[in-house]
């Protein structure tokens, strides 16, 4: 495959992008839909050959569950192109208006970023959610799934690619990147691409970001934290703790680590053991936990780890400024949670967790761009550039600065004589 002239192809497809009407988008994300109905047996069957084939390659457990994308799958990612589709377009929206002087106007205009580079784990819905994401935002997108969903994301990238070009998108507008060579030859192409968005280790990420020019956005950990305070109502607290820890494991919002101040902890402690063993949960806790309960002995690692799997890190705090400073130390920035009865300790929580998602009362499990009405999600970015968090259409969106005069020219607004600026703001849309 040649990569450079794949992006290049991408590339020249991301300005058609980028200035298709919403009509179009939405007719090709219903098309995108009814192709992958009218597919699901061949789907299904590739995908049932890269579980066969990943079983002898003894594929880790958490990634074999990713790896699944049956029936049920296929139908909740149809549903999730569905609710894309009902989103506004978020091209071409002023975002701010300012008259600079009378006759002279200034818009900023959201748009697109262009081309968009994906790397993603094992799950094929990945896939699919990047590409609606990336089709109604009006960016063109390169795609890099893992190698043990080969068959699955060849027979996706091709009925998507097919079904967008056949309701009016440009040839080209994706494009399925299959080996890590190719992954290494697209981190030197900053001409042909925009962004890139790797969705992995911590250690794959460091690599990408090592190996590149182009802009980088991202997370790579998940390490979440659930703080039971102590004036939290003790049954929410376990519930939330079991919801967040065991609802799906094998995901970066799951939590890894559960806080518990010392107050609540020998009350809280046996019952949240129970309730974490009948689901098959096995604990790390630190000292005082294992005063408290039978557990084995947490180290410095399993603060530091992100477990996916049916494993949990307990630890007693003497505080919320202890709490606090756990997370702000072995936390990855991604979904903290803080249970509470007390809203001035959950707003210090809030504001003082170095974190993208905090969360007051709730699952941690309830970071993702689905179930924020964001349209699904490329991913989660833990850093502090201009998206965090579940990255939906907002963080795929950019802006453009357009100014409207008639025959206004600099030379008037210097020296002695020069006008003034009136920088007045306006709500008007751009016309």
């Known amino acids: 495959m040649n990569i450079q002239s794949t992006a290049s192809q991408c590339k020249k497809a991301a300005i058609f992008m980028s200035a298709l009407p919403s009509d179009i988008k939405d007719s090709a994300l219903d098309n995108i839909i009814k192709t992958l109905e009218d597919n699901m047996d061949l789907i299904i069957k590739a995908n049932k050959n890269d579980i066969e084939q990943a079983r002898k390659d003894d594929l880790e457990a958490p990634l074999m569950k990713r790896l699944k994308f049956d029936l049920a799958k296929i139908s909740e990612a149809c549903g999730g192109i ?26 900023k205009v959201s748009r697109p970023i262009g081309v968009i580079g994906v790397i993603f784990e094992s799950r094929p819905d990945a896939l ?39 309701a009016g998108l440009p040839d080209g507008w994706l494009g399925l990147l299959e080996t890590r060579n190719d992954v290494d030859q697209m981190l030197k192409l900053e001409n042909s691409v925009d962004l890139i968005i790797p969705r992995g280790s911590n250690e794959f990420v460091r690599y ?25 109502d003790p049954k929410m607290a376990i519930d ?41 949960v096995k604990i790390y806790g630190c000292e005082n936990t294992g005063a408290i309960i039978d557990v084995e002995a947490a180290n410095e690692e399993d603060w530091q780890t992100e477990y996916l799997d049916l494993i949990v890190s307990i630890k007693v705090v003497p505080s919320l400024k202890e709490a606090v400073a756990h997370i702000n130390q072995y936390g990855s920035g991604h979904t903290d949670v803080i249970v509470t009865g007390d809203k001035k300790r959950a707003l210090y929580f809030m504001d003082h967790t170095d974190t993208a998602d905090a969360f007051w009362n709730c699952s941690s499990r309830f970071a993702d761009g689905f179930r924020f009405g964001l349209g699904a999600e490329v991913g989660i970015s833990t850093h502090k550039i201009h998206a965090r968090g579940p990255v939906g259409l907002e963080g795929l969106m950019i802006y453009q600065w ?11 607004y210097t020296g002695k004589t020069a006008k003034a600026f009136t920088h007045k703001p306006l709500n008007k849309e751009f016309c």
Do not use: W
């Open 82 to 107: 569905a609710s894309l589709i009902k989103l506004e377009d978020p091209v071409g929206k002023t975002l701010k208006a300012t008259e600079l002087d009378k006759g002279l106007t200034l818009f």
């Open 128 to 166: 699919v959610q990047i590409a609606a994401l990336c089709l109604k935002s009006g960016n063109a997108v390169l795609l890099k799934g893992g190698s043990e969903a080969s068959n699955t994301n060849q027979i996706l990238a091709a009925i998507i690619s097919r079904a967008g070009v056949d």
């Open 208 to 232: 990408i970001m090592d190996h590149t020019v182009i802009p980088v956005l991202g997370h790579a950990d998940g390490i979440c934290h659930l703080y039971i305070d102590r004036f939290a």
């Open 240 to 280: 939330l703790s079991i919801d967040s820890k065991c609802q799906y494991v094998a995901v970066c919002n799951a939590t890894e680590t559960i806080l518990v101040h010392e107050t609540l902890a020998q009350d809280i402690l046996p019952v949240l053991k129970s309730k974490l063993e009948e689901q098959g």
């Open 402 to 412: 357009r100014l409207m005069g008639d025959g206004h020219m600099v030379k008037d």
